[in-house]
């Protein structure tokens, strides 16, 4: 009988357990500092989802305003842990005793940094920072203060860049800010003088108040072109080969972005074949692609009108990544950790197709063109 007692209470006891992990409530605000490089102030915004679960937004205040959506929340007992897969991000932590701090480490593109957690109230929550007054949506701008020059050959990357109302580029070839500015896969630029693959920097302030929205930074890349190089071109349509991307059978696998969306959005590279989208149209993805990555014009035939936040994970091979230079080596079959081709990649990982296909594109045939005279 003493036996069957102490079971009992055994059993009650992991029971209470059970319940007690159950009705732990980790809602509201979680705040700490990313232990990389000078550290990065993190809020992380907890509410529970309509079928019991957890959902959460995230903010890294001293990167700017915009809210990150969290991919997933999981809760067992005291082990907490958040993924934002668009990020390539996930975090590992575990609850103090009386469920007022988490310490843990987050974890992206396989570099881990220490983030401790504390719950703070509304009121001693950090303040996020106001959004930059977004530049009117119909303005058409053009740099009111841009200088250009050589950029420094020992300064490593690419940039193209928006802070506040300054618009920046480093280490952009002329042929790089040709596809940007005018949304072009380099075989659509026809004519080109051979000096186009010299650097430049570019930095400038539009004489619009406000922050540009990514189309309007093209713009104004493109009002850099005509008044500092000289640029003069036409336009004639040609039939050539292209890449449609579609939504693969299934349909998209796409985190539709809580950013608002006069945001300028993000498309950066944490290494060749990792990509990072924020905010994003699929036009606007395509024309990402076609200009950093791709061998060939890319069409946007999904019929998505969304803007998404994703990242994208890929083995590149020896046609992609000609504009930053790079030489990729063949694909090592040996390795099992390998990512897979990008074309596998975009079905696994988005839910989106891309095959070789012809169209009908625009291409920029070049009359006249300068290098840039001095600031």
């Given at each position: 009988?003493?036996?069957?007692?102490?079971?009992?209470?055994?059993?009650?006891?992991?029971?209470?357990?059970?319940?007690?992990?159950?009705?732990?409530?980790?809602?509201?605000?979680?705040?700490?500092?990313?232990?990389?490089?000078?550290?990065?102030?993190?809020?992380?915004?907890?509410?529970?989802?309509?079928?019991?679960?957890?959902?959460?937004?995230?903010?890294?205040?001293?990167?700017?305003?915009?809210?990150?959506?969290?991919?997933?929340?999981?809760?067992?007992?005291?082990?907490?842990?958040?993924?934002?897969?668009?990020?390539?991000?996930?975090?590992?932590?575990?609850?103090?005793?009386?469920?007022?701090?988490?310490?843990?480490?987050?974890?992206?593109?396989?570099?881990?940094?220490?983030?401790?957690?504390?719950?703070?109230?509304?009121?001693?929550?950090?303040?996020?920072?106001?959004?930059?007054?977004?530049?009117?949506?119909?303005?058409?701008?053009?740099?009111?203060?841009?200088?250009?020059?050589?950029?420094?050959?020992?300064?490593?990357?690419?940039?193209?860049?928006?802070?506040?109302?300054?618009?920046?580029?480093?280490?952009?070839?002329?042929?790089?800010?040709?596809?940007?500015?005018?949304?072009?896969?380099?075989?659509?630029?026809?004519?080109?003088p051979s000096?186009?693959?010299?650097?430049?920097?570019?930095?400038?302030?539009?004489?619009?108040?406000?922050?540009?929205?990514?189309?309007?930074?093209?713009?104004?890349?493109?009002?850099?072109?005509?008044?500092?190089?000289?640029?003069?071109?036409?336009?004639?349509?040609?039939?050539?080969?292209?890449?449609?991307?579609?939504?693969?059978?299934g349909g998209?696998?796409?985190?539709?972005?809580?950013?608002?969306?006069?945001?300028?959005?993000?498309?950066?590279?944490?290494?060749?074949?990792?990509?990072?989208?924020?905010?994003?149209?699929?036009?606007?993805?395509?024309?990402?692609?076609?200009?950093?990555?791709?061998?060939?014009?890319?069409?946007?035939q999904t019929?998505?009108?969304?803007?998404?936040?994703?990242?994208?994970?890929?083995?590149?091979?020896?046609?992609?990544?000609?504009?930053?230079?790079?030489?990729?080596?063949?694909?090592?079959?040996?390795?099992?950790?390998?990512?897979?081709?990008?074309?596998?990649?975009?079905?696994?990982?988005?839910?989106?197709?891309?095959?070789?296909?012809?169209?009908?594109?625009?291409?920029?045939?070049?009359?006249?063109?300068?290098?840039?005279?001095?600031?």
């Amino acid at each position: 009988m003493r036996k069957i007692a102490i079971r009992f209470v055994a059993v009650l006891l992991i029971a209470t357990g059970v319940l007690h992990a159950q009705t732990l409530d980790i809602s509201g605000n979680w705040q700490g500092t990313l232990r990389a490089g000078k550290g990065l102030r993190t809020i992380l915004k907890i509410s529970k989802t309509d079928t019991g679960g957890w959902k959460a937004v995230m903010y890294s205040i001293d990167q700017g305003s915009d809210p990150i959506s969290v991919t997933s929340v999981t809760l067992d007992k005291l082990s907490f842990g958040f993924t934002i897969k668009p990020l390539d991000l996930a975090y590992s932590g575990i609850l103090n005793a009386d469920h007022t701090a988490i310490e843990g480490n987050a974890t992206q593109h396989g570099q881990t940094h220490v983030l401790n957690l504390t719950h703070v109230t509304p009121e001693n929550t950090w303040a996020i920072p106001e959004p930059p007054k977004s530049m009117p949506a119909d303005a058409k701008p053009k740099f009111d203060v841009v200088t250009v020059k050589p950029s420094d050959p020992n300064r490593p990357g690419k940039l193209f860049t928006i802070r506040g109302r300054q618009i920046l580029t480093i280490n952009t070839t002329v042929n790089d800010l040709i596809t940007f500015a005018y949304s072009l896969q380099t075989k659509e630029i026809v004519n080109a003088p051979s000096w186009m693959d010299e650097k430049y920097d570019v930095d400038g302030v539009p004489d619009v108040e406000g922050q540009p929205s990514l189309p309007q930074m093209r713009m104004l890349i493109a009002d850099a072109l005509v008044q500092r190089f000289g640029l003069k071109f036409h336009t004639e349509q040609r039939e050539m080969t292209a890449y449609a991307l579609t939504v693969a059978r299934g349909g998209p696998k796409l985190t539709v972005s809580v950013a608002p969306k006069n945001s300028p959005g993000g498309f950066g590279f944490g290494g060749l074949g990792k990509l990072q989208v924020r905010n994003f149209t699929m036009k606007e993805f395509c024309h990402g692609m076609q200009e950093a990555v791709m061998d060939k014009p890319v069409v946007d035939q999904t019929g998505l009108t969304d803007r998404y936040d994703f990242s994208l994970n890929w083995t590149p091979d020896q046609s992609q990544f000609a504009s930053f230079g790079a030489h990729i080596p063949p694909p090592n079959p040996d390795d099992p950790n390998a990512p897979p081709s990008l074309f596998t990649a975009l079905q696994e990982q988005l839910g989106l197709k891309m095959d070789v296909t012809k169209a009908n594109v625009d291409v920029m045939v070049i009359d006249h063109i300068d290098k840039p005279s001095a600031n």
